[in-house]
């Protein structure tokens, strides 16, 4: 049994050759046709870039070290914390002693409020109620706006009447 195997169409090249991928070849066309299109913009946003970081680099380093090693400006130890507690204490104290005047203020204006019900009710105990009619406020029979000339009141009551679309007869008749 002889077997053989007929060609087919399909011939095998002789060297492979590795084509670049088209998303990669794509980008880069894609790329340099931006550089030549904006390259100017390009080259500024760069140049703005670099500055801005060379302005800021020194504080960021700053505020790195600061956080990483523990450094911070104010005093640490025991005679920081003993001024702190003392500054704590006098504003405690201030405190207080502002809440004792406003109390004391407060009972005497309560027992000025007091003393004055009292003459007044030993007032109208005395006197009886003729001296009483003195201190009442008499009203104006009629308001400061009040103008007999404009009609009954400070409200025109007067509504035109309402518009229809058959006020001119076309409404099917």
């Not at 931006?34 to 140049?47: E, H």
């Not at 009972?107 to 005395?126: G, I, N």
């Not at 103008?147 to 035109?160: C, D, E, H, I, K």
């Amino acid at each position: 049994m002889d077997a053989t195997v007929e060609s087919a169409d399909y011939e095998h090249p002789q060297t492979l050759v590795q084509d670049t991928p088209y998303l990669l070849t794509s980008m880069w066309h894609s790329g340099v046709s931006l550089i030549q299109n904006n390259g100017w913009l390009v080259l500024s946003l760069c140049a703005g870039l670099y500055y801005l970081y060379t302005k800021v680099e020194s504080s960021l380093k700053q505020n790195v070290d600061q956080v990483l090693l523990g450094k911070s400006k104010k005093e640490d130890g025991p005679a920081s914390d003993e001024k702190l507690r003392q500054v704590r204490e006098r504003m405690q104290k201030e405190l207080e002693r502002k809440a004792e005047l406003y109390k004391e203020k407060m009972k005497q204006k309560a027992e000025e409020e007091r003393l004055k019900k009292l003459e007044a009710l030993e007032k109208k105990e005395e006197g009886g109620p003729s001296q009483d009619t003195g201190n009442k406020k008499k009203t104006p029979l009629f308001r400061d706006e009040y103008n007999p000339l404009m009609g009954s009141g400070p409200v025109n009551n007067y509504r035109p009447p309402r518009r229809s679309a058959c006020s001119r007869g076309g409404c099917g008749r």
